[in-house]
């Protein structure tokens, strides 16, 4: 048989050589890597693998607990673009944010608006101040020394009855003038006020004098409403002391007793309803005087706009009256002291002590009077940016007068109720 080239033997293929697959198997017992009968050698040392780049740590196999954080991790900001991107800030224009407002928002709007034009605002404000303050400064002093010479049976023996009466009269007739004249001056005062400030939610400013055109049209709509609010809250008082009136003359003293607590709780009552009447109609001035409402069309527009925030309206509201109270007393009082002491003193006037009281009356004021018209007008503004979308009105018209570069006069008309996005509620 030839040893040629076979299929099954290839070309190369010698009896020497033995096949690939016939090869014996190696001894279990043999170390791995050298051939049967010879000893074991260690592979060669390998060498460390290179240390990982700046920043990484040490590796960490597959179940391995991660490494700690580096010292500081956490201290500093996410890099830009990292998480989701924060809200869009609100336009502010002028005074207040173009959004749905908080209590914070409707506070600082108003300290804003009396700093944002401080010439006009405080200047008007004095103005009335003083006008309101003399009649009741004066009528005061004349009350304070009528009453010392009352509580004085020296000076009522030596002759001083009439004198005393005189001033009662004086003191009591001041106060009553000035009642009035305080009800015409803060009613002109709440009308530009709130002229000023329409104008400053975009960021514009208004002279006392062009103020005062803009809304001298709008003042007997103006008083209409005040007159209007005025007789709703005294109408139940009428009936109310006559009725008890009638009843406490024709009752025995055991009977008054009981009347009189009944008309305690009458009373309450009362108070109870002007707080709720007060309270829907708070916004009737600045429809009047932005949205160019008639008196009664303003009432219905308060009530309206009040609608199911009362109690929110109410609260803010008087949070902002015991504030101005008390802002108001701490500035008076120092003033009001100072006379008092006066009336006791040899070198007391009347005079000296009216310029006393009309000059603590009047730096109250001029602070006060500001501060609540410009509650009243922001919390306005913020019923009809949550009731009536009118955020997005004042947006829109803001974004163009920061386009052109200034707020035109136009701009007063967008508080009327048409230019209103429709009934949205938040």
Do not use: C
């Not at 224009?93 to 914070?104: A, D, M, S, T, V």
């Not at 109250?364 to 922001?378: D, E, H």
């Amino acid at each position: 048989m030839s040893d040629g080239p076979t299929p099954e033997r290839p070309p190369g293929w010698s009896a020497q050589q033995p096949p690939p697959y016939g090869a014996p198997q190696a001894s279990p017992w043999t170390a791995p890597g050298g051939a049967s009968g010879q000893p074991y050698a260690p592979p060669p040392p390998q060498p460390p693998p290179p240390p990982p780049p700046p920043g990484h740590g040490p590796y960490q196999g597959h179940g391995a607990p991660p490494p700690p954080p580096p010292p500081g991790y956490g201290a500093h900001p996410p890099p830009p673009g990292y998480g989701y991107p924060p809200p869009p800030q609100a336009l502010r224009p002028g005074i207040i944010p173009l959004r749905p407002l908080g209590l914070g928002d409707i506070l600082d709007g108003s300290f804003k608006f009396i700093r944002s034009n401080p010439k006009a605002i405080l200047g008007l404000s004095a103005l009335a101040a003083v006008i309101v303050s003399v009649p009741a400064a004066v009528g005061e002093s004349f009350l304070v020394t009528a009453l010392t010479d009352v509580s004085d049976p020296g000076a009522l023996r030596n002759g001083g009855l009439a004198g005393a009466v005189e001033g009662l009269i004086a003191g009591y007739g001041g106060l009553l003038i000035s009642s009035v004249i305080a009800f015409v001056v803060t009613t002109i005062l709440t009308g530009v006020l709130t002229r000023i400030l329409g104008r400053s939610v975009f960021g514009g400013r208004l002279g006392p004098a062009e103020a005062w055109r803009l809304v001298k049209g709008r003042m007997p709509a103006l008083f209409g409403v005040v007159l209007l609010t005025g007789l709703i809250m005294i109408a139940p008082l009428i009936p109310i002391f006559v009725i008890f009136g009638l009843l406490i003359a024709n009752a025995d003293r055991g009977n008054a007793i009981g009347l009189v607590g009944i008309l305690i709780l009458v009373m309450i009552a009362y108070l109870l309803y002007a707080v709720f009447f007060s309270t829907r109609f708070s916004f009737a001035a600045p429809a009047v005087v932005l949205e160019g409402s008639r008196p009664v069309a303003a009432m219905r527009r308060s009530w309206q706009l009040v609608g199911g925030q009362f109690w929110r309206v109410l609260g803010i509201t008087l949070l902002t009256g015991i504030l101005a109270y008390l802002v108001s007393m701490a500035i008076k009082v120092p003033f009001n002291v100072v006379a008092q002491l006066l009336q006791f003193g040899e070198s007391g006037t009347v005079v000296l002590t009216a310029a006393l009281l009309a000059i603590g009356a009047t730096v109250a004021s001029m602070i006060v009077y500001p501060f609540q018209a410009a509650v009243s007008a922001i919390l306005y503004t913020d019923r009809r940016m949550r009731e009536e979308a009118f955020d997005l009105v004042l947006q829109t018209a803001a974004i163009e007068q920061q386009r052109q570069g200034w707020v035109h006069v136009s701009a007063d008309d967008l508080w009327h109720p048409s230019n209103s996005a429709g009934p949205w509620h938040r």
